[in-house]
């Protein structure tokens, strides 16, 4: 799990973050050469302000993106 902290001091940071579907980890591990490729398979997403707001999420099977927002699921 990799977690994007986006509240500074009681302030939401509003920018859009951009990132590839395939994520090389070797270069914040000390001491390996080898990559270490992983996959996105999920994102949780919040809308709101850093007080209040809603949580859904965005999870990939089988090549297929699905959200996930309380009780609904839908492809997207």
Request: proline fraction near 4%.
């Amino acid at each position: 799990m990799l977690h994007l902290q986006r509240l500074v001091v009681e302030k939401k940071i509003q920018r859009q973050v951009e990132f590839d579907a395939v994520l090389d980890l070797s270069p914040y591990i000390e001491g390996r050469k080898a990559p270490l490729q992983c996959d996105l398979i999920s994102v949780i997403v919040h809308k709101g302000s850093h007080t209040e707001g809603h949580c859904f999420a965005l999870t990939k099977r089988e090549e297929v993106w699905n959200r996930h927002d309380d009780l609904n699921t839908s492809p997207i």
